[in-house]
């Protein structure tokens, strides 16, 4: 409900280990997923995304997997930095959007602290 | 640079009062959006707009309009009839296509009603 969305799940991480922020989606025939990372007053920031084909994707210290049988996500970042203390959130893209636009729908985020 | 840009950064209104909220991309973009963001929470679309003269409600439409006269700019009105509109409000725009493609967002706008 409203009181648990106010209260966002935190992963603290001392630096320079490697941090891995899940997500559990919804549809099961979404199609596309994204991952964002928001600074505090800030919109939210492209990091990677993956499509449906896909189980795996890298990127610049940064891997997304993709387990479709449990319909989880999940974004490992290596050697966290200072600079990666943001909220993240997974979105994902529903089956039916065959459209110009790309409805996603967005997870709650989870907060990720890097300790010195 | 190419970009979004929301403006104002923050804005505070009256109750009772409607309040414009200005997106403009020159990205070429031909689809935007607009996104409510309350604290701790994530984002849902109010509207959404695939070419020009043409928007589509989202999950959350009611008590807000928009227009799209022109491709780079997708204005966000929220009327006295939106009954709790104190949030933060994202736009974005994506590239058209029929598969998904990244949205990029602006910095946000920070609407207080008072």
């Known amino acids: 409900g409203e009181s648990v969305g106010l209260h966002l799940p935190t992963l603290s991480v001392q630096e320079g280990d490697n941090s891995i922020i899940n997500c559990a989606y919804s549809n099961s025939a979404s199609d596309y997923f994204i991952w964002y990372k928001q600074e505090s007053g800030k919109g939210p920031q492209f990091i990677i995304d993956?499509?449906?084909?896909?189980d795996k994707r890298q990127g610049q210290r940064v891997t997304v997997l993709l387990n479709k049988t449990v319909k989880h996500l999940s974004l490992q970042i290596a050697a966290t930095q200072p600079g990666d203390s943001a909220v993240y959130f997974c979105?994902?893209?529903?089956?039916?959007?065959?459209?110009?636009?790309?409805?996603?729908?967005f997870g709650t985020g989870t907060r990720l602290q890097v300790t010195l | 640079d190419g970009g979004i840009t929301q403006s104002p950064k923050y804005l505070f209104r009256k109750e009772g009062q409607n309040v414009t909220l200005s997106c403009e991309q020159n990205l070429n973009h031909d689809a935007m959006y607009w996104y409510r963001q309350d604290p701790g929470q994530g984002l849902r679309l109010i509207y959404y707009?695939?070419?020009?003269?043409?928007?589509q409600k989202g999950d959350i439409a009611e008590g807000y309009s928009v227009s799209r006269e022109k491709k780079e700019s997708f204005p966000l009105t929220v009327t006295s009839a939106q009954k709790n509109p104190t949030a933060f409000y994202l736009c974005a725009s994506s590239i058209a296509s029929g598969r998904g493609n990244e949205q990029f967002f602006g910095p946000g706008t920070r609407l207080t009603v008072l």
């Open positions: 979105a994902e893209r529903g089956p039916g959007d065959t459209g110009t636009a790309s409805k996603l729908t």
């Open positions: 993956i499509r449906s084909n896909m």
């Open positions: 707009s695939q070419i020009v003269n043409d928007f």
